[in-house]
């Protein structure tokens, strides 16, 4: 199974409405795989939240309005945050039927005000058990971030720098949310306290944005990269039916499964795009992965291993905090980066040598999980 | 491929919430197959409207949560009133990787103001062609309707005996919305116009409930039902990108795809289920699937061809008029029905001698269609 086209719209606060943005991930993925739609079998669309933002669902026939006369089977797939996660999951399983499927991941977040944008975004965790509680996204990961800093010792400090990599990352990335916007450690320290110890700068931001990607049987040229592994997993919605806030059960699963798949250990990844909605996810997220010991993550971060040019760089493409989130099409961008990379067509951000790429998308607070490896 | 278990919830207005209305079809659902859940190893959630109505997405871990410790992949899908049929044709995709695969669709949509409840329903149609001109479904049937019938002299009298029909299977399935409930000619005719021509005793009702599905690679009791033809076509999502109205093109896609696969056709269905959300959508698909030629549908109903006894039953569960319309939940329930059926277990409303059931599954007015054939 392979990665024949990958495409994404710039992500950041836009004009364009779901069924535009889309049109553009969706035209530019067809031409970089070289392929007429006609030879699309099948389209998953990736969206969280049409529904409660956009007021629109049934993405899947908005999406064949584009494509009129054409009637192929379309799906619209909603796991939250890993929604393109869990789309390509499915379309790979699905090439065992089809010779060529489209993912579009597509999300519209920034037209309304920030009470119900909020609103919407807590849609991802319990109806009861978190949102009647107030327990929005960044309470949760403060709560994360808490327990990491009180078990392990991970600092404030550490999380600044991930945010630090991140920002000088997307300056090299023209499609992410903050191209250019020129982030010091000073700016990061001093920004305003979210949820303690979350500050602005440890926060993903609200975006717009599409992504769309091409997977297909076979390989048709050089460009095309293989994925060797590709497992999705989910846990309880709400951290208060979890034991343990500082590990994600549905990561460890997807990561054992992509990893078996794939013949590798979590030490042969030479670069990933992990699920940094908040700081502290990346650090949850390597040690899930396995690229570090449990507790450990904080060393690779103090010891620049993440950066571009360090033993294993984490977000290159700027991350969720920096490339932006976008939340339907963030795990459909984490495979066009690791495509992009792969294929040594990544400019100024581009990894050396590389030869396993992993995707890890989150939906809420592990929730879901998707795991994809690809290989070039 | 084979359905192994079914089940249903009763239909109605109910107290449950949508984890437990999901809760109750999944447990008598495996317990249907015989199978522990334990040997489930993939679930589709079909929800329409969670975000809007309920503002509960990541549903898929929300199942998870009901089924702590199995981190399986669980996947939900919507595409609108066709989500089940979406979900099932998807899953029986999946069986060339997996054995055993649960489908539940479930809908809450009782609990909200009428307002809140129409505006989360019309995010089927488009946001600016359809909902932005005040186009609800409503409206769109009755230009259906009011087209059908200036071109092929169907009259008010035929959706009426359409109505009458259901809520008399309805009386004879104690899991209907419409259990019991006496209704008449006289009531249907002078019932109050909701949009002409379609008056109250025209519009399914608004309904909770959830139905659940175990589909396997393999037969393993004369119980199991197999499935001969799953297809899913889409097309443009609003009227106004349409030229013609009394007909669907992705209905008709995805029933020559379907009976291609069965190696049947239309005239060799022995009973179906077909998306009645209003009655003159039950004359629609009758024609889209070949039931009869198209503007022909009137002919069958006129002569009791689609009554209980009849040479082809339609809606033999009440349809979604009367059997009631929890929009993620319909298209599972479908199958429900022909499966039950089938097996010769439907006991006062058993079709004599069936081989073949279909059941048609529709999105919106026609952006969506799922369609499944199954077979003694």
Redesign the interface.
Same mark, same amino acid.
């Given at each position: 199974m392979y990665v024949r086209g990958v495409a994404k719209t710039k992500f950041g606060i836009l004009n364009e409405s779901v069924p535009e943005l889309a049109y553009e991930a969706m035209t530019k993925a067809v031409h970089d795989a070289g392929l007429p739609i006609e030879d699309i079998q099948v389209i998953y669309v990736a969206n *969280? $939240? @049409?529904?409660?933002l956009?007021?629109?669902?049934?993405?899947? &026939?908005?999406?064949? &309005?584009l494509l009129?006369g054409?009637?192929?089977?379309?799906?619209? =797939?909603? !796991?939250?945050c890993a929604s393109a996660g $869990?789309a390509t *999951?499915?379309a790979l399983?699905?090439l065992?039927?089809f010779n060529n499927i489209m993912v579009v991941g597509v999300e519209k977040m920034t037209n309304l005000n920030i009470y119900d944008t909020t609103? @919407?975004i807590?849609?991802?965790?319990?109806?009861i058990l978190d949102?009647k509680e107030g327990l929005s996204f960044p309470a949760s990961y403060a709560l994360v971030a808490q327990q990491h800093m009180l078990q392990y010792g991970t600092s404030e400090e550490d999380l600044a720098l991930i945010s630090l990599k991140d920002h000088q990352n997307a300056n090299m990335n023209p499609l992410a949310h903050f191209y250019e916007k020129q982030v010091t450690m000073e700016m990061i320290k001093h920004s305003p306290v979210v949820c303690s110890p979350l500050k602005l700068f440890d926060c993903s931001p609200v975006s717009d944005g599409a992504a769309a990607l091409i997977l297909s049987r076979k390989r048709d040229s050089d460009r095309d990269i293989e994925v060797v592994g590709s497992?999705?997993?989910?846990? !309880?919605?709400?951290f208060c039916?979890r034991k343990n806030l500082t590990s994600f059960?549905?990561a460890k =699963?997807a990561a054992r499964e992509a990893y078996s798949q794939a013949g590798i250990t979590g030490k042969q990844v030479d670069f990933a795009e992990v699920h940094d909605c908040f700081t502290i996810a990346e650090i949850v997220a390597m040690e899930d992965l396995g690229f570090c010991e449990q507790g450990q993550g904080k060393k690779m971060i103090r010891d620049g291993e993440t950066r571009l040019g360090g033993r294993l760089p984490i977000g290159t493409d700027g991350g969720l905090k920096a490339n932006g989130h976008p939340i339907g099409a963030t795990g459909a961008s984490q495979i066009y980066e690791i495509v992009t990379q792969l294929r040594g067509e990544a400019g100024k951000r581009q990894v050396k040598d590389a030869r396993y790429g992993l995707s890890h998308n989150i939906? @809420?607070v592990g @929730? !879901?999980c998707a795991v994809h490896i690809l290989k070039r």
């Open positions: *969280f $939240a @049409g529904g409660p956009q007021n629109q669902l049934q993405l899947n &026939s908005v999406i064949a &309005s009129p054409i009637n192929i089977p379309i799906i619209r =797939v909603e !796991t939250a $869990a *999951f499915q399983h699905m065992k039927s609103k @919407g807590s849609s991802a965790g319990d109806l949102q497992a999705l997993a989910t846990d !309880t919605i709400s039916q059960q549905a =699963v939906g @809420g @929730g !879901t």
